[in-house]
């Protein structure tokens, strides 16, 4: 009966009230940091973004070949760092006037030292002549915990196509 109390005792502090093991709960909060963590690179992208900032929207993403983009413009792809660079440069000289974007819809999941995520940003650009050019387009971003600090490392931004008439459907819809 002694043994039995004392085993009983044991796995009542390895697992806790619940039944599970201590370190599922030490896993659970890490994630939760590490998803509050993402979550901040994302408002620090789109506060950048906002601002024209190419420099600090620059630093979200991994650096060197580490990072891969499938855009939503031409090129098919953007492999690497320097290249998905010139792209935000090309964007902003082409669209000089005033820009903002909005990320809603917002899903994170973080498995160990990688996370996925994906998200709706609805962006608004103004071009040399003043007029407005307004998207909705489709974020999936695969994220990396590198030397502590979480960057993007692929990213795949999209417009659903209408297939009848070819076209992107720039203010798609659920």
């Known amino acids: 009966m002694r043994k039995s109390l004392c085993l009983l005792g044991a796995l009542l502090i390895a697992f806790g009230a619940t039944g599970a093991p201590r370190h599922v709960f030490a896993q659970a909060k890490m994630a939760s940091e590490d998803k ?8 620090q992208y789109n506060d950048a973004f906002n601002a024209k900032d190419i420099n600090a929207i620059m630093a979200c993403y991994a650096p060197g070949k580490s990072l891969f983009v499938f855009d939503a413009v031409p090129p098919r792809q953007y492999p690497s760092w320097d ?5 935000w440069e090309s964007l902003f000289a082409a669209y000089p006037g005033p820009v903002t ?3 809603s819809e917002q899903n994170i999941a973080v498995v160990g030292s990688v996370a996925y995520g994906h998200n709706i ?9 003043g007029a407005k050019l307004d998207v909705v387009v489709r974020v999936t971003d695969v994220y990396r915990k590198i030397k502590g600090k979480w960057l993007i490392v692929q990213e795949h931004v999209s417009f659903p196509v209408d297939l009848d008439t070819g076209k992107a459907d720039l203010m798609s819809k659920p």
């Open 36 to 43: 509050a963590e993402i979550q901040a690179l994302e408002r």
């Open 83 to 87: 290249a998905y660079k010139r792209d």
């Open 101 to 103: 974007n909005a990320i």
């Open 121 to 129: 940003q609805t962006a608004s650009f103004t071009r040399k002549d």
